[in-house]
C-alpha cells in the first residue's frame, strides 16, 4: 500500500516473566527506534507483546532525537488504544482420587479457578488441570484436607 515505507522498526517482549525480548532498528541509527519502543512495553508493565513502527522517509532529517521521539511517542499512542487482556498463569497438576471423592474435588477447582485439561472419570479418577499460580498454595492445602486424600503431582 505504501511502497516508500522501508523502515518497519520493532519491539517485542515475550514469556510470564518477559524474559525474551528484543527491539529492531531496520536500518535507523541505532538504539533511535527499537529501544524507544521497547521502553514503551516495558513502562506499562507488558508481556507477550509486539509492537511494530513503519515509516517512511517524507524528505525531512529528523535526527536522532527526532526519531527516538517519533518512535517513542507513535509507540505509546498505539499502546494507549490496545487492548490489554490479562490472563493467570497457570501451573499444570494432575489429580487422582476415588470416584466418591468427586464432589470435594470439583468444588476446590471451582474455588481456586482451575482450568480442567483432561478428565477420565471412572471408578478411579484421574484430572489434569491448570492451577492458576494466585491459588496454588491454596490449592495444595484443600487437596491435603479432602477425605481420603487426593494424589496430586505438578505435570512437566
Known sequence: MHPKAVHHCYAYRLGWQGTQFRANDDSEPSGSAGKPILGQIDSL??????????????????????????????????????????????????LEFDYQQMNGVMRLLKQVDARIQQQDLQLFCLIQAGIPKRNLARFLQETSNIEHQVKTRKVD
Open 45 to 94: 508493565g507488558l508481556v507477550n507483546t509486539l509492537v511494530v513502527v513503519v515509516r517512511y522517509f517524507g524528505g525531512t532529517l529528523l535526527g536522532v532525537p527526532g526519531l527516538i521521539n517519533a518512535y517513542k511517542t507513535t509507540s505509546q499512542l498505539c499502546l494507549q488504544q490496545a487492548l490489554c487482556v490479562e490472563k493467570d498463569i497457570e501451573l499444570p497438576y494432575q
